[in-house]
């Protein structure tokens, strides 16, 4: 008698995202560090795409490396970006592979949280018709909240992006409970036919558990990788991101099929 082979889960694809190299070159001015060069590198390391957010203040990323990034990488692009007709419309100009609707505070140091879909629903089903109108992937960067999910595929959204900021944060039984918040939602988001990314905080001691949820088809992960290359390297810091990875779907995988 013949077993049929298991059937492989979704393979996983990394996000590299390069704002906090221009965070560094734009605290000197100047054009060193290059976020080109690290797209490149991460090409090279095994990076399945680049993602730059172009916040409204320009504190890291630059309307110039959304454009030669745009002209010069293969890599698909994401392009990180709040709901403002400022933004759509560079959006629009561009034609980035994706684009991730993230919500943004001027005094922020960094994405506090998921977008609130429940009370934008208007002004973001207006965008997301806009950007797919133009051929672009719109993925929604939301909290793991089946309301905030449910919401997200009422407006036509075919991608989320779950915020795993808390579960990063958290530690001990907090950090489990977080970690089930992201299982959950990614199970609800796959049940509503919506494609489910997750990032956020995310370092090699946390990546693993998130990895081995099988309706995660991407990760996006920046802040980390850049703040690790300071002391192995950028090529070195993204190849072992990959592995874990790799080794954590893999992992589950058999256990699933065992």
């Given at each position: 008698?013949?077993?049929?082979?298991?059937?492989?889960?979704?393979?996983?694809?990394?996000?590299?995202?390069?704002?906090?190299?221009?965070?560094?070159?734009?605290?000197?001015?100047?054009g060193h560090p290059d976020p080109l060069r690290a797209a490149r590198i991460a090409a090279r390391a095994g990076a399945d795409g680049i993602t730059a957010h172009l916040r409204e203040d320009r504190r890291h990323i630059s309307?110039?490396?959304?454009?030669?990034?745009?002209?010069?990488?293969?890599?698909?692009?994401?392009?990180?970006?709040?709901?403002?007709?400022?933004?759509?419309?560079?959006?629009?100009?561009?034609?980035?592979?994706?684009?991730?609707?993230?919500?943004?505070?001027?005094?922020?140091?960094?994405?506090?949280?998921?977008?609130?879909?429940?009370?934008?629903?208007?002004?973001?089903?207006?965008?997301?018709?806009?950007?797919?109108?133009?051929?672009?992937?719109?993925?929604?960067?939301?909290?793991?909240?089946?309301?905030?999910?449910?919401?997200?595929?009422?407006?036509?959204?075919?991608?989320?992006?779950?915020?795993?900021?808390?579960?990063?944060?958290?530690?001990?039984?907090?950090?489990?409970?977080?970690?089930?918040?992201?299982?959950?939602?990614?199970?609800?988001?796959?049940?509503?036919?919506?494609?489910?990314?997750?990032?956020?905080?995310?370092?090699?001691?946390?990546?693993?558990?998130?990895?081995?949820?099988?309706?995660?088809?991407?990760?996006?992960?920046?802040?980390?990788?850049?703040?690790?290359?300071?002391?192995?390297?950028?090529?070195?810091?993204?190849?072992?991101?990959?592995?874990?990875?790799?080794?954590?779907?893999?992992?589950?995988?058999?256990?699933?099929?065992?």
């Amino acid at each position: 008698m013949t077993v049929p082979a298991a059937t492989p889960w979704p393979s996983l694809r990394l996000g590299v995202n390069i704002d906090h190299v221009a965070t560094i070159r734009n605290a000197r001015g100047g054009g060193h560090p290059d976020p080109l060069r690290a797209a490149r590198i991460a090409a090279r390391a095994g990076a399945d795409g680049i993602t730059a957010h172009l916040r409204e203040d320009r504190r890291h990323i630059s309307d110039d490396d959304i454009m030669a990034l745009r002209r010069e990488i293969e890599l698909p692009l994401n392009l990180e970006m709040a709901a403002t007709e400022e933004m759509l419309a560079i959006a629009l100009r561009h034609k980035p592979h994706a684009a991730c609707i993230v919500p943004e505070k001027r005094r922020e140091l960094t994405t506090e949280g998921g977008l609130d879909v429940t009370r934008g629903h208007d002004l973001l089903a207006d965008y997301v018709e806009r950007l797919a109108g133009a051929g672009i992937r719109v993925s929604l960067f939301i909290d793991p909240d089946p309301r905030q999910i449910e919401a997200a595929a009422a407006i036509g959204a075919p991608v989320v992006e779950l915020h795993t900021g808390a579960y990063c944060d958290a530690g001990g039984k907090t950090r489990e409970q977080e970690l089930e918040r992201i299982r959950t939602g990614a199970a609800l988001a796959a049940e509503a036919g919506l494609e489910c990314h997750a990032g956020h905080g995310l370092s090699f001691d946390t990546v693993g558990a998130v990895a081995e949820i099988p309706q995660i088809r991407e990760l996006n992960i920046g802040h980390f990788l850049v703040g690790e290359a300071i002391f192995s390297g950028l090529d070195s810091a993204i190849k072992r991101m990959r592995a874990l990875m790799d080794k954590a779907r893999a992992e589950a995988s058999g256990q699933k099929s065992a």
